[in-house]
């Protein structure tokens, strides 16, 4: 069993900078395309970037465009990363990561097999 684990949220003043992370406990995420999601109060969850086992990169909404990345390095414990830059009171949320095989493609969750528990972003003066 997949089990993902989020870190680095926290708060963060406008125009800041936070890295989350995503990681693997049980098999690994080597062979999977992974993806963020937020959820921010009072509205649904959204994809936000997907990076493909072979790291092809699909941005799922405009508004993090120029500014979020993703990324992953495949060592012998393969992490995803979600570097987020310039954040908006907006971008605060739950983020989530997940995990499917092996391709990013639709941004439906259903297509997502794994999850994490989320990690909280506040962006906030």
């Known amino acids: 069993q997949l089990q993902l684990v989020e870190s680095g949220g926290g708060l963060v003043q406008p125009g800041g900078s936070l890295r989350l992370s995503c990681a693997a406990s049980g098999f690994g995420l080597a062979y999977y395309a992974i993806g963020w999601f937020r959820q921010a109060p009072g509205k649904e969850r959204e994809a936000v970037l997907c990076i493909s086992k072979s790291g092809d990169v699909t941005n799922y909404i405009d508004s993090v465009k120029g500014r979020f990345t993703i990324s992953r390095d495949n060592g012998k414990n393969t992490t995803v990363y979600l570097q987020m830059n310039r954040l908006k009171p907006e971008d605060t949320a739950i983020y989530y990561c997940?995990?499917?095989?092996?391709?990013?493609?639709?941004?439906?969750?259903?297509?997502?097999?794994?999850w994490g528990q989320g990690t909280q972003v506040t962006v906030s003066s």
């Open positions: 997940a995990a499917r095989s092996p391709l990013c493609g639709s941004s439906s969750e259903s297509r997502y097999e794994h």
